[in-house]
């Protein structure tokens, strides 16, 4: 016998977090999630000062068997002016009827709360990671993105839910990138400096603080058109910018300025999936810590997970050359592959920009919706 249980307590909010460490014990390109890391977005995350979620477990007798968590995103819906309902956090075997149970029951919250459509997965918003993976299943995702099995699709397709965008990930290996393109995009740069006075430089962990600041106006800005975008508060933008400072390279974190004024940025990070994937359960204590502060540094791997330019200063070249500049130094240090991840997949400007230095478009993650 089936039931959904609302979670409330501690024990129940480490098996809500423990259980695809159950449900993925077999799969070796699963990377368990860092279990501090998934109880502060769920619990003490600054996006529970203007939004709210409840989290919900299924069992069959004694048995978790699926999760999931109906997310109410009150800033999302008064930027876009919308009464939209998400839902995230899904986990679940491959049974119809245990997804059908978790996604009504997150239906019900939302429509309460009254929410008019049911969008996802968001975890819990395109802010952190998003999409479900419906191509590119023969490889471990990298920092901060999703996976999940491939029966997935069939469960929330089965429900109903209908594809509303696709985000794209693309990857390098090794030393196949467009050489030609990346000199090309030298001689770009030379000439953003003398017509337009644009300059890319590294971000100065030094004045992080102010460089910080400097980046969530621009962050807030640059993708003020994209799906489901709503802007990051001062402390979202801090919380995450903290956290990557901990594993932040400096020279893959780049900003394009005019006369002191930051237009663009570019960001990469390490691949610490690599880690991660051998952190039993996502415990850093008591060895996991040691894992990660000893291998940081060996890992051969990244993924650039943010760049944006702001509007005025499009179609100018500085997307090119921040991803461009990237590429160059990963192919100075050696590493063994890059990702970029994610761009909207109508977002034409960004993804020919990766295209020409060699990019290859090799996995899908997908933001369903469906009107409750």
Same mark, same amino acid.
């Given at each position: 016998?089936? +039931?959904?249980?609302?979670?409330?307590?501690?024990?129940?909010?480490?098996?809500?977090?423990?259980?695809?460490?159950? =449900?993925?014990?077999?799969?070796?390109?699963?990377?368990?999630?860092?279990?501090?890391?998934?109880?502060?977005?769920?619990?003490?995350?600054?996006?529970?000062?203007h939004?709210?979620?409840?989290?919900?477990?299924?069992?069959?007798?004694?048995?978790?068997?699926?999760?999931?968590?109906?997310?109410?995103?009150?800033?999302?819906?008064?930027?876009?002016?919308?009464? *939209?309902?998400?839902?995230?956090?899904?986990?679940?075997?491959?049974?119809?009827?245990?997804?059908?149970?978790?996604?009504?029951?997150?239906v019900k919250?939302?429509?309460?709360?009254?929410a008019?459509?049911?969008?996802?997965?968001?975890?819990?918003?395109?802010?952190?990671?998003?999409?479900? =993976?419906?191509?590119?299943?023969?490889?471990?995702?990298?920092? #901060? #993105?999703?996976?999940?099995?491939?029966y997935?699709?069939?469960l929330?397709?089965?429900?109903?839910?209908?594809?509303?965008? &696709?985000?794209?990930?693309?990857?390098?290996?090794?030393?196949?990138?467009?050489?030609k393109?990346?000199?090309?995009? *030298?001689?770009?740069?030379?000439?953003?400096t003398?017509?337009?006075?644009?300059?890319?430089?590294?971000?100065?962990?030094?004045?992080?603080?102010?460089?910080?600041?400097?980046?969530?106006?621009?962050?807030?800005?640059?993708? &003020?058109?994209? =799906?489901?975008?709503?802007?990051?508060?001062?402390?979202?933008?801090?919380?995450?910018?903290?956290?990557?400072?901990?594993?932040?390279?400096p020279?893959?974190?780049?900003?394009?300025?005019? *006369?002191? +004024?930051?237009?663009?940025?570019?960001?990469?990070?390490?691949?610490?999936?690599?880690?991660?994937?051998?952190?039993?359960?996502?415990?850093?204590?008591?060895?996991?810590?040691?894992?990660?502060?000893?291998?940081?540094? +060996?890992? &051969?791997?990244?993924?650039? #997970?943010?760049?944006?330019?702001?509007?005025?200063?499009?179609?100018?070249?500085?997307?090119?050359? =921040?991803?461009?500049?990237?590429?160059?130094?990963?192919?100075?240090?050696?590493?063994?592959?890059?990702?970029?991840?994610?761009?909207?997949?109508?977002? &034409?400007?960004?993804?020919?920009?990766?295209?020409a230095?060699?990019?290859?478009?090799?996995k899908?993650?997908?933001?369903?919706?469906?009107?409750?």
């Amino acid at each position: 016998m089936k +039931k959904i249980v609302s979670v409330s307590s501690k024990k129940e909010l480490a098996s809500f977090i423990d259980f695809p460490h159950e =449900l993925y014990k077999n799969d070796p390109l699963y990377v368990p999630e860092l279990f501090i890391a998934q109880r502060d977005i769920l619990t003490t995350h600054p996006f529970h000062k203007h939004s709210s979620l409840q989290t919900f477990l299924a069992y069959d007798g004694d048995k978790i068997v699926g999760r999931i968590a109906a997310i109410q995103n009150n800033n999302h819906n008064k930027f876009n002016n919308t009464n *939209d309902g998400f839902f995230g956090f899904f986990e679940c075997i491959n049974d119809q009827e245990t997804a059908n149970l978790l996604l009504d029951t997150a239906v019900k919250w939302l429509k309460e709360k009254g929410a008019e459509t049911l969008t996802g997965p968001v975890n819990p918003s395109t802010n952190e990671t998003c999409g479900l =993976l419906v191509k590119g299943f023969d490889s471990s995702p990298v920092v #901060m #993105m999703t996976y999940n099995p491939e029966y997935y699709i069939t469960l929330l397709e089965n429900y109903g839910l209908k594809k509303q965008t &696709d985000l794209l990930a693309w990857h390098w290996d090794g030393q196949n990138y467009n050489d030609k393109s990346l000199q090309m995009l *030298d001689r770009l740069q030379e000439r953003l400096t003398r017509n337009s006075g644009i300059t890319i430089r590294k971000i100065n962990l030094k004045n992080f603080k102010a460089e910080a600041d400097a980046l969530r106006e621009v962050y807030n800005k640059a993708w &003020d058109k994209n =799906l489901g975008f709503f802007p990051m508060t001062n402390d979202e933008f801090d919380y995450t910018a903290k956290d990557l400072k901990m594993i932040l390279d400096p020279d893959f974190a780049l900003v394009a300025e005019q *006369d002191g +004024k930051i237009v663009g940025f570019g960001v990469a990070i390490p691949d610490i999936n690599q880690i991660l994937k051998t952190i039993k359960k996502g415990r850093l204590l008591p060895t996991g810590i040691f894992k990660l502060l000893l291998n940081k540094g +060996k890992v &051969d791997g990244i993924r650039i #997970m943010l760049l944006g330019v702001i509007d005025g200063y499009r179609k100018m070249g500085i997307e090119a050359c =921040l991803y461009g500049s990237i590429i160059k130094e990963y192919r100075r240090k050696g590493l063994k592959y890059a990702e970029a991840s994610w761009t909207l997949e109508k977002n &034409d400007m960004v993804n020919r920009a990766i295209e020409a230095i060699g990019g290859d478009q090799y996995k899908t993650y997908r933001i369903y919706e469906k009107a409750i």
